[in-house]
């Protein structure tokens, strides 16, 4: 039976998978949208 998604990060939780991820205690970068198109992005800027 496989497992679900949030049983398998638990488990990655406790083996410490998630310590020292690269950019921790880093504010995230959040000056753009990703989900804007390269188009929509610059007639933002103008």
Known sequence: ?????????????????????????KPLKLDTNPFLTPQARMANRL
């Not at 039976?1 to 921790?24: T, Y």
Request: aromatic share 4%; no cysteine.
């Open 1 to 25: 039976m496989p497992i679900n998604v949030s049983e398998q990060i638990e488990e990655a939780m406790e083996r410490g998978e998630f310590k020292d991820l690269p950019g921790k205690g």
